[in-house]
């Protein structure tokens, strides 16, 4: 699996080019995968990604650029999540990347990295807490 992500993430790279723009593109999705619960993106410095592919139980189709590696969430996967700073959640996987690549696809017909192993994988490799509410946001009390 690393291998296969290595040799594509290697062939995505080139040379940038001033000319170019990071405009924000969607990433595109393989046709023969159900998207049927929407789809966000989270984009991680692509310093950690090869760490977190490799300790994620499943993982569901991850871009790449010169930067970030983006995961396919599904949508709302933002919901009561604090994600780290380092972290950059794009809604509808419209992401400010100038070529992204797909350098890995799941075997099976989902698109999706589960977002709770990939939230708690994130706040581990960028030395975050996790957080179950967003800042500043309510907090649930526990019954009596």
């Known amino acids: 699996m690393l291998k296969n992500a290595m040799s594509h993430l290697r062939r995505a790279r080139r040379p940038r080019d001033s000319r170019l723009t990071t405009d924000t593109v969607r990433l595109p999705l ?3 995968l159900s998207a049927s619960l929407g789809c966000d993106a989270v984009g991680v410095p692509a310093r950690y990604g090869f760490r977190l592919m ?3 139980p499943r993982t569901g189709c991850v ?3 010169a930067d970030r590696w983006w995961w396919i969430v599904p949508a ?6 604090d994600w780290p ?3 950059a959640y794009a809604k509808g996987a419209y992401v400010p990347a100038a070529r992204p ?3 890995h696809q799941p075997d099976n017909r989902t698109p999706y990295t589960p977002p709770i192993p990939l939230f708690l994988m994130v706040c581990q490799v960028t030395g975050v807490a996790p957080s ?3 800042s500043g946001g309510e907090r649930a009390i526990s019954a009596p």
Not at 76 to 81: C, I, N, P, Q, V
Request: charged letters at 15%; glycine letters at 4%.
């Open 85 to 87: 700073q380092q972290v």
């Open 63 to 65: 871009f790449a650029d």
């Open 132 to 134: 179950w509410a967003p």
């Open 76 to 81: 709302g996967s933002d919901l009561d999540l």
């Open 101 to 103: 690549r797909l350098i």
């Open 30 to 32: 393989p046709p023969a």
């Open 54 to 56: 490799s300790h994620l």
